[in-house]
Each structure stands twice: as structure tokens, then as C-alpha cells.
């Protein structure tokens, strides 16, 4: 079946750090990646997303590229802010017709001044 | 557009008690999920409804019954709830037919089973 990989959190990081959040999946055919972030009492809300491979997603200072031969969607950000703290969750789904997510356990970011 | 609804916001039972948790959407998708939401558990799916008038299983569907009301309408109910079903649960719906779009998320219920 299809899974998704994220490191571990929490990650602490001081304003203007750079960020990566690693992603890794399994998936049989060609999946479409998204990465989604979640807010403190809010729902999850789409980032960025990229549906074949090489291609690149991008959205608020942060990207991701869709890695086929590493099975891999790390998302990045080259300067963190405060209000970039949330919880972050990479995602795929099979393009098979299901339109079924599934969803990494996310990772929690927090952003200190 | 209001996008995804749900309500209530927050809700306090005791065990054994029912309720019922409602969703709707203005987006005119055909898909609609419900998911439960643990700490270090990311996002579980419990049912999901591919269209008007057919609902499916999820991961985890025990103590859970859904209805797909109209189009608009998808609702979850618990009709005994345990402490187990403490979470928060997100209902989240999909434009069925264009695979590379996405599932858009209401703001959650934050249900507590004492």
C-alpha cells in the first residue's frame, strides 16, 4: 500500500534559519505529492504541490521538488519567520481514481525570534 | 464561498452519550471524507463518501456511522461515544474527476469524551 515518511519532530529553529522537512514515499504509479500545513486551532490548508516528476511546487518562500528516483518531496524554506510556525504535513495520492490522501504524521515547526 | 463547515466547533460528552457531528460544502464537490486527528498520529481516515449516495470505509471506521445527506451534506455520528474517540475531527471534500486537484479541509471539532 502507499505510505508516507516524515522526520520526526519537533523542529525548533531561530527567525531567518533555513528549513528542510524531510519527506519520503511509497506509492505504485505515479503519485501526485502535496505538502499541507496546519496552523494552532485552524484546519489543514494546501501549501504546494507538484503532480509528476521534476516538477517543482511552490508558495509562500516555500518549494519542493518532486524526486521520482529517490522517492522523495523535502520541502524547503531559505528563511524562516515566526508565523511560520505550524505543523506541516507531507501527502500523497495514487491518482488511481480513489482520490484518498495519505497523509505523513506531520511535523511540528516552531520559529523562535 | 464559505468553502467547508463544520459544526460544532468544540463539544464536551459523556461516555455513552451520541451526538452528531455535521459537514457541509458550497464547492459542488462529489467527494467528501471525514478524518480523526492524534497527537503523533497525523490524519486517519474513518469514512469517505466518493459521491452522493455511496459511502466506503476508511482506516478506522468502529464506533462511527455516516450519512451522505445531499451533495452538500456529509455527517459523522457516534452513537455511543468512549473516551477512545476523544480527537479532533476534520471533514474534508474533493472535486471527484480531476486527480491532480486536492482535498480541501474544514477548521475541525474538538471533541473530548469524559
Known amino acids: 500500500g502507499n505510505s508516507v515518511t516524515q522526520m520526526e519532530g519537533p523542529v525548533t529553529l531561530s527567525e531567518e534559519a533555513f528549513l528542510t522537512i524531510n519527506c519520503t514515499y511509497t506509492?505504485?504509479?505515479?503519485?501526485?505529492l502535496f505538502w499541507y500545513v496546519q496552523y494552532p486551532g485552524e484546519g489543514l490548508q494546501l501549501l504546494l504541490k507538484?503532480?509528476?516528476?521534476?516538477d517543482k511546487g511552490s508558495n509562500k518562500g516555500f518549494e519542493a521538488t518532486y524526486r521520482k528516483e529517490t522517492t522523495s518531496f523535502h520541502l524547503e524554506k531559505g528563511s524562516v519567520q515566526v508565523s511560520d510556525s505550524a505543523v506541516y504535513f507531507c501527502?500523497?495520492?495514487?491518482?488511481?481514481?480513489?482520490?484518498?490522501?495519505?497523509f505523513g504524521k506531520g511535523t511540528k515547526l516552531s520559529v523562535i525570534p | 464561498n464559505a468553502g467547508v463547515t463544520q459544526t460544532p466547533k468544540f463539544q464536551v460528552l459523556k461516555t455513552g452519550q451520541s451526538m452528531t457531528l455535521q459537514c457541509a460544502q458550497d464547492?459542488?464537490?462529489?467527494?467528501m471524507y471525514w478524518y480523526r486527528q492524534d497527537p503523533g498520529m497525523g490524519l486517519r481516515l474513518i469514512y469517505y463518501?466518493?459521491?452522493?449516495?455511496?459511502?466506503d470505509k476508511g482506516e478506522v471506521p468502529n464506533g462511527y456511522n455516516v450519512s451522505r445527506l445531499n451533495k452538500r451534506e456529509f455527517s459523522l455520528r457516534l452513537e455511543s461515544a468512549a473516551p477512545s474517540q476523544t480527537s479532533v475531527y476534520f471533514c474534508?471534500?474533493?472535486?471527484?474527476?480531476?486527480?491532480?486537484?486536492?482535498?480541501?479541509f474544514g477548521p475541525g471539532t474538538r471533541l473530548t469524551v469524559l
Open positions: 501527502a500523497l495520492s495514487d491518482g488511481a481514481g480513489s482520490y484518498q490522501l495519505t
Open positions: 506509492a505504485t504509479g505515479y503519485p501526485s
Open positions: 507538484a503532480t509528476k516528476a521534476d
Open positions: 464547492m459542488n464537490h462529489n467527494s
Open positions: 463518501s466518493a459521491s452522493e449516495g455511496t459511502t
Open positions: 474534508a471534500s474533493w472535486r471527484a474527476g480531476q486527480a491532480t486537484d486536492t482535498q480541501y
